[in-house]
């Protein structure tokens, strides 16, 4: 059906139903508002108000049921006169659902005696198939309670139809003019642009899209995280080294070189080069020493520290590598500070639609004198009420290099469950003090593994670039997609408090 004969059929009837229309002509319904929207954007030649409608159609399993009858007929009728063991019983197509049914409506029961199911009266009368029957001849005439019913059955379900009354507008016509889109040189010159019909502008059209840059949705979330330790007061850590020897991303860290993340399992090792040589040796004597001996109120770990273990390279496998390093720096000098950083970190792990080989780890650090754990407490909160989680809790954990350590919660609304988003605690004076900071001082710090996608695909493939990219807003940020990822792994060498 095309334009003109949609009007010549309005003109005769005054006003239609696109729906009934399309159901006498045996046209789409689609097509048939389509050629309505096209007539629309003339003019005011027809008027189309929306109309929304329901009705309750047979689904797959219902037309099933219209056909061979309801399982629980099927299954009544499948009783012998003297009883039919359950288990054969059961044996039957759909008889779960059949002797649910048939048992709540006390036409079988259980006789116990002989473990056999009986008939409980003589004869039934399939109501659900008439029912169907009714429903699908008149599409509405069944009380809204059997609706129901079957609607939880999986028997019907409810269409809605939106639709629109067709009626004749100020400019009505059945013959359409053609409307010129372009003032040529021509008509101006010719004065025939005073008598040519022109189409009107459409203020409401979007523009054509314009290619530009963009920035990857995992950048768009981590400027959100960055503006949000600058609002706090935090100063960005130089993170460009993913290079780090086992000595700065573990011994510094009082992380005792037996432990099991530092296995070839658990981290990347490199071959050339395969070892560092350029240690602080006064700083690595006293690391040496309170691994193997202990100091500053500890027993240490009371094992041979090696230096050629140390000297090792890895792809560093958290950025609180380079929170050691700034803190040694700071030793020399101290003053009261607050560290953060967001960059790429690896773990040699399996990999699958949700773990890579690599992640953004999210780190804080605050070092002052006389803070507390409490301290820490309220700045976790303000950082993740800014994230839009506000209701957040503290479980005591183990980290080799933070004493008291705490795992961090947050309810989220959509799963309806309790789910990890991060690791804090105090570090250590194990590692604090050999690198000469003052002995009253304390640190904080905080992470988290910044996953925030569901699927790593989902980020780093080209299809995701090109479909969300370029069209997403330059500032988004949703809780619900990303608290999904704010999960850390449950290895005691996540220390400290990040928020992975």
């Known amino acids: 059906m095309d334009s003109e004969q949609l009007l010549k059929f309005l003109d005769t009837k005054g006003s239609f139903s696109t729906w009934d229309l399309?159901?006498?002509t045996n046209i789409d319904h689609q097509k048939i508002i389509g050629v309505v929207k096209s007539i629309l954007a003339l003019g005011n030649i027809i008027t189309a108000d929306p109309v929304t409608s329901k009705y309750w159609e047979l689904t797959d399993e219902g037309e099933s049921v219209l056909l061979n009858g309801s399982?629980?007929?099927?299954?009544?009728?499948?009783?012998?006169?003297?009883?039919?063991?359950?288990?054969?019983l059961m044996s039957i197509p759909n008889a779960k659902i059949g002797f649910s049914q048939a048992m709540s409506k006390g036409w079988i029961v259980i006789d116990r005696s002989i473990n056999k199911v009986m008939k409980k009266v003589e004869s039934v009368v399939d109501k659900v198939k008439e029912d169907l029957m009714e429903l699908?001849?008149?599409?509405?005439?069944?009380?809204?309670?059997?609706?129901?019913?079957?609607k939880k059955r999986k028997l019907i379900r409810e269409v809605v139809i939106k639709s629109f009354i067709i009626g004749k507008g100020p400019e009505f016509t059945t013959s359409i003019v053609k409307l010129e889109t372009e003032l040529t040189t021509e008509m101006i010159l010719s004065g025939s642009w005073k008598s040519t019909p022109f189409k009107p502008y459409n203020f409401e059209a979007l523009g054509?899209?314009?290619?530009?840059?963009?920035?990857?949705?995992l950048l768009k979330v981590r400027t959100d995280f960055r503006q949000i330790f600058l609002e706090m007061g935090f100063t960005e850590m130089p993170t460009n080294n993913f290079v780090e020897s086992s000595f700065w991303n573990f011994d510094a860290l009082f992380q005792p070189q037996q432990h099991p993340a530092r296995d070839s399992h658990d981290t990347f090792f490199l071959d050339d080069p395969q070892n560092s040589e350029n240690?602080?040796?006064e700083y690595l004597n006293k690391v040496k020493i309170v691994h193997s001996k202990g100091g500053y109120g500890s027993q240490g770990y009371g094992y041979d520290w090696s230096l050629d273990e140390a000297k090792k390279n890895v792809l560093r496998t958290h950025t609180t590598a380079v929170s050691a390093r700034m803190l040694y720096g700071l030793a020399k000098d101290f003053k009261p500070t607050k560290y953060f950083s967001i960059d790429r970190v690896f773990r040699n792990e399996t990999l699958d639609a949700t773990h890579l080989a690599e992640f953004q780890q999210v780190e804080g650090v605050i070092a002052d004198y006389n803070l507390t754990l409490g301290d820490l407490i309220g700045v976790l909160h303000t950082f993740f009420e800014r994230l839009g989680m506000t209701e957040i809790k503290f479980k005591p954990a183990y980290n080799p290099y933070t004493e008291p350590s705490m795992e961090i919660f947050c309810y989220h609304q959509g799963l309806q469950k309790?789910?990890?988003?991060?690791n804090s605690g105090m570090f250590r004076p194990e590692m604090l003090l050999p690198m000469g900071l003052p002995e009253k001082l304390d640190l904080g710090s905080t992470s988290s593994p910044k996953k925030a996608?569901?699927?790593?695909?989902?980020?780093f493939s080209a299809a995701s670039f090109l479909s969300s990219s370029g069209i997403a807003e330059i500032c988004s940020f949703n809780f619900l997609t990303l608290s999904i990822v704010l999960k850390k792994l449950k290895s005691p060498s996540n220390i400290s408090a990040k928020i992975r």
């Open 418 to 422: 309790w789910i990890e988003i991060g």
């Open 279 to 281: 240690f602080p040796q």
């Open 208 to 217: 054509q899209p314009q290619s530009a840059g963009c920035l990857h949705p």
């Open 453 to 459: 996608f569901q699927h790593s695909v989902n980020v």
């Open 71 to 88: 399982y629980e007929v099927n299954l009544y009728n499948a009783v012998p006169s003297d009883g039919i063991p359950q288990k054969e």
């Open 22 to 24: 399309s159901k006498e």
């Open 136 to 150: 699908k001849a008149s599409r509405d005439q069944i009380s809204e309670s059997d609706k129901l019913d079957y």
